[in-house]
């Protein structure tokens, strides 16, 4: 099982592996995912500069402490925003 921890604040989630997927939702940092998928190599603009990595299909599962509701994120983040670990 691959997991990542999220590495920069407000990680956009999309729903694609794109910059134009539509954004359904954000990670905080520290966050701790599960990869599901990786994306073929893809460049692309971040600021003025280009840059080439993957896309990761991720899940992450947010429990409110309050009401103790889950919530769960499934969607695709750029991989420069994670460092990764394996569980066995």
């Known amino acids: 099982v691959l997991t990542a921890k999220v590495m920069d604040y407000r990680l956009r ?14 990670l905080p940092k520290g966050a701790e995912v599960l990869i599901l998928k990786k994306s073929k190599k893809m460049k692309i603009r971040l600021g003025r500069r280009y840059n080439t990595g993957y896309w990761y299909k991720i899940s992450w599962e947010k429990t409110d402490d309050t009401t103790s509701r889950s919530t769960k994120v499934i969607g695709w983040v750029w991989g420069k925003y994670l460092t990764f670990s394996t569980n066995d």
């Open 13 to 26: 989630v999309r729903s694609k592996p794109s910059l134009r997927g539509r954004i359904v939702g954000h």
